[in-house]
């Protein structure tokens, strides 16, 4: 076989009650793995496709299901992404548990809701107190 190197392969996250689905696209053969936490997802399905397909991975470019996501990013407060989306933030945590599944366009403006948080994250600048230390 070739070995060969792909910089980057996109990879869909879903999920469940005690861990991650993963599944990914090479050579047109779906390749899926299941794990405990997203870095052993990571892993394990990097391992599977040089197993499967001779070839390494260096990066997943990861598309989540919204239950994944704010597993992954805890930190993100759900009822402020819900209202800037304009979801009622009890539906709002029914999507981030799994209980309900979004609309794509639902699942359009949640995105650019977290969108529009990390643009206005990425403008912030901080200032050092003169009292501090």
């Known amino acids: 076989m070739n070995n060969k190197t792909i910089p980057t392969v996109r990879m869909i996250v879903e999920k469940t009650n005690d861990g991650f689905w993963g599944r990914v696209d090479i050579n047109n053969n779906l390749i899926a793995e299941y794990a405990p936490s997203l870095e052993s997802l990571k892993k394990q399905m ?14 997943f470019d990861i598309t989540y299901d919204l239950t994944s996501f704010f597993e992954e990013f805890s930190f993100l407060n759900i009822s402020d992404i819900g209202k800037r989306a304009s979801i009622n933030s009890t539906l709002m945590r029914q999507y981030a548990a799994g209980i309900k599944f979004p609309s794509l366009e639902r699942v359009k403006s949640i995105e ?4 529009s948080i990390g643009k206005e994250l990425s403008r912030i600048k901080l200032h050092k107190s003169q009292h501090a230390a």
């Open 46 to 59: 990097k391992k599977l496709i040089y197993d499967i397909e001779d070839i390494q991975i260096e990066h």
């Open 112 to 115: 650019a809701a977290i969108r």
